[in-house]
């Protein structure tokens, strides 16, 4: 019997955390089989890690001891992924990581060798979300990852560079893109359109939806606290801990992060090649209207000015030590030093 494996490749930024979510602890149609290799249900860094090209040769003493462990690392992943499309017996097994689409060529063919041990066909599926909001989308996550560059251009999403690498490893007919278009999804929800493009029977109920975004103001406090963290001594913290404080941050309401068109449409503009090879494999634009309005970002000022209503929220959660400065004139420093004690006080809370 023809064994079949669908690669969900995301894309980042399109949903792809609830669909995990809900067919990691929600599949019931014996017809498909959700790997499982981690807590998350995202398999990016599972197998990443299994087919990393970086680990297959040791260059030197300095590393040697780390490559070895890298390997071993490796080999014990590969162990447990090998397992688990064993398991899978006849059913559709299904693999989910928006990493899958930039990992190294080399990395893809050594993850195509392993499953191709296994499957007779094998495609790969996913969502593809305009270059606009995915730059949107993106900047709030490397802001929450802890960065504090204002660099849109980077955030561009490489249709044409990482695409291609698929195709080229799993050949262009094995490879479908879906428009990521919440308006025309039923009900609006991604995992009923993921589950219906697949045939997947999924009960409405048992939907997992996760929603990872901050709101503008949440964002202009985070970014003002990264990009002066250094003054006021504030240390990077484990991953778990830093998610403390952003938890707390997704309670500030406001509006979403609009960047301006001035910003966006030079960088639109310069890859519009990359834009347009993704639209002939949709068959469909990806193009959007920028409406431009008086919240718009224009530049790092903008999101380095904080409004009275964050400033409010944030003094409230300090206590009543700070709850009338937030109508003096506060610093990007006095911001970050707000946050550094927000964080504090929430770590405190938390043990």
């Given amino acids: 019997m023809m064994r079949k494996c669908i690669i969900h490749y995301g894309m980042h930024k399109t949903g792809s955390s609830s669909i995990q979510k809900t067919l990691q602890r929600n599949l019931q149609d014996s017809n498909f089989y959700y790997l499982d290799i981690n807590s998350s249900g995202n ?144 009900s609006g929800c991604v995992v009923t359109d993921f589950c219906s493009r697949l045939g997947i029977e999924i009960n409405q109920n048992s939907i997992i939806k996760v929603n990872e975004s901050l709101s503008l103001p949440a964002i202009k406090l985070l970014y003002t606290f990264r990009k002066f963290s250094s003054e006021v001594n504030a240390k990077r913290l484990s991953t778990a801990e830093e998610h403390v404080l952003i938890n707390a941050l997704s309670d500030l309401d406001g509006p979403k992060i609009k960047f301006h068109s001035s910003l966006l449409r030079p960088i639109l503009r310069d890859n519009r090649s990359s834009t347009k090879w993704m639209e002939r494999r949709l068959g469909s634009s990806l193009e959007q209207t920028i409406s431009n309005t008086k919240l718009s970002i224009k530049s790092e000022e903008g999101l380095l000015s904080i409004g009275k209503i964050p400033k409010r929220w944030l003094s409230d959660k300090l206590g009543t030590k700070h709850h009338k400065k937030w109508k003096h004139e506060l610093t990007s420093i006095d911001i970050a030093e707000w946050m550094k004690l927000y964080r504090e006080k929430l770590l405190l809370e938390r043990r």
């Fill in 43 to 186: 398999h990016s860094k599972p197998i990443q890690n299994a087919f990393s090209n970086k680990t297959k040769n040791i260059v030197s003493d300095h590393n040697k001891t780390d490559q070895i462990e890298a390997i071993r690392r490796g080999n014990h992943l590969r162990s447990i992924i090998e397992n688990e499309l064993e398991k899978a017996g006849n059913r559709v097994t299904i693999i989910s990581g928006e990493s899958i689409s930039i990992m190294p060529q080399e990395s893809l063919v050594d993850f195509r060798g392993t499953l191709s041990k296994y499957f007779d066909d094998i495609q790969l599926v996913g969502y593809i979300r305009p270059p606009a909001s995915f730059i949107e989308s993106a900047f709030q996550q490397v802001v929450k990852g802890g960065a504090s560059d204002f660099n849109l251009r980077r955030l561009y999403p490489r249709y044409r560079r990482n695409f291609s690498r698929i195709e080229s490893v799993f050949g262009q007919e094995n490879v479908s893109y879906w428009n990521f278009d919440t308006k025309s999804f039923p």
